[in-house]
Structures are given as C-alpha cells and as structure tokens.
C-alpha cells in the first residue's frame, strides 16, 4: 500500500515562505497520476481541515483562508506533491498532512509548520 511522508515544515515568522513535499511512496505511477491529491492540515484539539487541493490535470482548489498564498502541484515522475505557502500567517501554524481526496491512504506522520507573531 502506498505510503505517505511529508516534509518540508518549520518554523518561520509571520510573512515568510515555506514549501512542503509530499512523497508518495509505493504508489503505482499511474494510480498517482489519475489520483486527487490534497494537502490537509491539523490543530491539536480540532478536526483535520482540508487546505488544497489537485487533480491529475491538475485542477486546483483550496480552502478560502488559504487562496491567494498558497500553491499545490505535483510533479508526476517524482510522485510528490508540494505546497508553496506564501504569505504565512500565525493561523497557518498546523501539522500539514497529504492523501488523496477524500483521503483514503494511511495517514503519514505529517509535517509540523509553526509561524511566530
């Protein structure tokens, strides 16, 4: 079964970038290719929130709190997808996950993003 393995958070100050990757390891090629891929994120103590997300023709979609500073695309030959995220706000301060969508795959052990004020 595939598994997934972000990387990429850190701690960065309000107004920073940071790019988080997403492998998709053990996944047939094909299958990635044709697969919703999205990136999640979590708040201890809340429910997982569904930041962006990307088609195989790579349609994109995020959440409104997100448009117009964060990025999804995916590379197909590498299997990963990635979000560039501009712009970071103390809010954006999450563990940042990705599955497909609706997540469906093993969740991986996610990416820690903290923004200071």
């Known amino acids: 079964q595939a598994h997934l393995v972000e990387s990429g958070g850190d701690l960065v100050q309000a107004g920073g970038s940071l790019r988080l990757s997403c492998k998709a390891q053990?996944?047939?090629?094909?299958?990635?290719?044709?697969?919703?891929m999205a990136w999640y994120r979590q708040v201890p103590g809340e429910q997982r929130e569904l930041v962006a997300t990307?088609?195989?023709?790579?349609?994109?979609d995020y959440a409104e709190s997100v448009k117009g500073r964060f990025t999804i695309s995916r590379d197909s030959a590498r299997k990963t997808v990635y979000l560039q995220m501009n712009s970071l706000k103390p809010e954006d301060s999450a563990v940042y996950y990705c599955?497909?969508?609706?997540?469906?795959?093993?969740w991986g052990q996610g990416t820690q993003v903290t923004v200071s004020s």
């Open positions: 599955n497909r969508h609706p997540p469906e795959l093993p």
């Open positions: 053990r996944m047939i090629t094909s299958v990635f290719n044709s697969a919703i």
């Open positions: 990307i088609t195989g023709r790579r349609d994109t």
